[in-house]
């Protein structure tokens, strides 16, 4: 059975960083083309945020770009987002997700999804 169970979620103060970990299991990461990671504020679509591909290569959203970090542990099965210099506007349910196209943003790429992890930022 494919799973994506995300965990690292919470409450963090403005400029505080967080680690959000992306487990797989029934698959390998590097048997998905891409794994991605998609926030949700409440009352806005979601969004892409990093995405990273079984080649290794790496998309950030521009609102994102030089405060997120996207890597892979291959050992661990583990996809993971380095979040620091945490805005209010980060505020989100963080998914991620894989699918078998080539660092998409569109979502209906994506097959597989997890269950969200909260994170709010806020003073």
């Known amino acids: 059975q494919v799973q994506l169970v995300e965990s690292g979620g919470g409450l963090v103060q403005p400029g505080g960083s967080l680690r959000l970990s992306c487990t797989a299991s029934g698959f390998s990461t590097w048997d998905i083309y891409t794994i991605g990671w998609f926030r949700q504020a409440p009352g806005k679509e979601r969004e892409g945020v990093a995405l990273?591909?079984?080649?290794?290569?790496?998309r950030y959203a521009d609102s994102v770009k030089g405060r997120f970090t996207i890597s892979r542990d291959s050992a661990k099965n583990t996809v993971y987002l380095q979040m620091n210099s945490l805005k209010p506007e980060d505020t989100a349910v963080y998914y991620c997700?894989?699918?078998?196209?080539?660092?998409?943003?569109?979502?209906?790429?994506?097959?597989?999804w997890g269950q969200g992890t909260q994170v709010t930022v806020s003073s």
């Open positions: 990273i591909s079984s080649s290794d290569s790496i």
């Open positions: 997700a894989g699918g078998y196209y080539s660092n998409s943003w569109y979502l209906p790429h994506y097959d597989y």
